[in-house]
């Protein structure tokens, strides 16, 4: 079993900072890619950023400059802070990691349950 749990979302006013983080636990013999997606009410899932083993990002041209995205492999947590946020930041972030299992000999791709950013003046 293998689980993905994000924390640290919230409101917060426009121009403000928040960081939400994400931990993988479970029967994990390796992680690879983690990334962060976000969906807002009447829109696709999009990619935010992610983030390689080697620590090489990427990121969507609409967070870049603002957000960064990094990661701790001795946790197995990945996180993103997020700074000058928009009303348009507001969303769900889901956090995503590829993952071998002990056992097992693919990876596969894992995503959590999903944390609420608003940003409201």
């Known amino acids: 079993q293998v689980q993905l749990v994000e924390s640290g979302g919230g409101l917060v006013q426009p121009g403000g900072s928040l960081r939400v983080s994400c931990a993988a636990s479970?029967?994990?013999?390796?992680?690879?890619?983690m990334g962060w997606y976000r969906q807002a009410p009447g829109n696709e899932r999009e990619l935010v950023a992610t983030i390689t083993r080697g620590g090489g990002t990427n990121y969507a041209d609409s967070v870049k400059d603002r957000f960064t995205i990094s990661r701790d492999d001795d946790k197995r947590m990945v996180y993103l802070q997020m700074n000058n946020l928009k009303p348009e930041d507001t969303a769900v972030y889901y956090c995503?990691?590829?993952?071998?299992?002990?056992?097992?000999?693919?990876?596969?791709?894992?995503w959590g349950q999903g944390t609420q950013v608003t940003v409201s003046s």
């Open positions: 995503t990691a590829r993952i071998i299992k002990w056992g097992e000999n693919y990876w596969h791709d894992y």
């Open positions: 479970g029967s994990i013999l390796s992680v690879n890619d």
